[in-house]
């Protein structure tokens, strides 16, 4: 250090300090030690000594502990860890490199080099010149090639393809592309989200790092198709009955009973004017009742809504679609959105079957007759009698509505004693009690409905069917009618999936040749 020539007096610190060296000098690392600064004026001279430590910008850059170089800048202070390079000497051999990208490199280094600089992980694949290599062979692809599936599913596909031929080529990779080829993902898996109806195309690249080797073998075209999802509102202003498992029937009026009769009854009719009837056929489940099929006549046209979602018109099966709208007369239609077959009569009534063994009946206003009530907002005279006229007991009530059947074909009743199981409780607790479903509970009293379950869970003797699900299909219907949206309820439950229960309620009914999903 060199005195200082312009000032009056300099006061330094005695410590250790640090400095960096401005020159990469290796003779710098000799003149660590003690240094003195002297200022001197007219008045005298004052010193101060202070230890010095030079340090190798280098020391601490953690740029040997990834493979690279550290390369200081002495005059910023700073240092940059870059890819080593290759010297003359790594060419001298000139043992050339086929890399399993079937690039040709000069030397072993050189393809070092550039793994570090580009990010890639090439690896060597024979020592001297790329031949011409055979293309690679799939050995697997998706199975299915059309999928129809929910927007937002998550779907998985895989692809997966091998060296081939006399002459096999490195380890092709996989790429994934959609209908306009924009670059979806690599790997042999893809996960794809389903948001519009596309064509996701798996691609192997043969040596793909070489422009001059590079081929690109496609293996499969899958087309995805969007299960259509539409939101259909169920909300109704008028009185709601319903019959639903075991069976319960909950009536205009709000009252809930078991019904164990086999037979045929009247479920409503207008007690008015009678210009409509509906029947429901219960039949045996097991070592219970059980609904089956639901009989509208009005004006002279008689439509059986059966299992399976299957119609009788006099005697006819009607062919139908998923939003077909079919019409009877001047104020009768039947249409169908993938869960529920809807018959609305008069404009505004209208009579929902689940293709099973549940109904919901929606009455805008008027006198009724049958097991569902009279509709007079008055609860406690529901069990009208149809022959009394008036009111008498459950068993006299249910018994004065049903058909005059046959000698061969009596009603007869199947009150069976049930304990109910705790992995009944357990279960239907489960679904009832979610999160999403309790939305509803300030509309609809979740309370018989998890009655209902937990005795039709107990009695459920069919193994593809959920009999949870099945009750809290209905006390979601009854939800959508005073206008909550469950649109998701099967999702959020888990429940059976609406594709599985198409399935099953097909499956319950009389073979279709083509039935309507």
Known sequence: MTPLEDSNSLEVEQGAIRVSLEQPDADAYYDDGWYRCVARNAMGVVYKDTHVIVEDLCTRSGCEAEGLVCEPDYELGTTQCVCPYCSDEDFQDEEFICGDNCAIYMSLCSLLEDNCEYGTSVEVYKEG???TFTLPEFVEVPALLEREEKEGTVIELTCRAQPAGDSPAPQPFISWYDSEGNHLGDG???????EYEDEVT???HHCSGSLLQRQDVVGAIVQIFVEKQVFVSREHVGSSCQILGDPYISTFDGTWYK??????YVLSMDCQLARWFLYGRFTNCGDVACLEAVTFYQGG????????WLINNNGEKIKYRIDEVLEYGDNIKIEFDGELL???FNEINEIRWNGYNGVQILIDSGRTCGLCGNNNGNAADDYFSRWVGGTVDKNGFIASWQLRMPEYYQCYSLEKEVVETAEATESCSGVFGNEYIERCGGEVDPAPYLAACSRTYSTNSLPDLRAECNVLQSYVLQCETRGVEMLEWREQTQCTE???????TIDQGCPQDDPPV
């Not at 019904?259 to 045929?264: E, F």
């Open 301 to 308: 046209i008689s439509l059986e809504l059966q299992r399976g």
């Open 259 to 264: 019904q164990d009769g086999v037979c045929t």
């Open 342 to 344: 809807k018959l609305t």
């Open 129 to 131: 010149f790329c031949a």
């Open 202 to 204: 798996c691609v192997a």
């Open 188 to 194: 042999e898996v893809l996960e794809y989200t389903v």
């Open 498 to 504: 609406l594709s599985e229960l198409q399935r099953f």
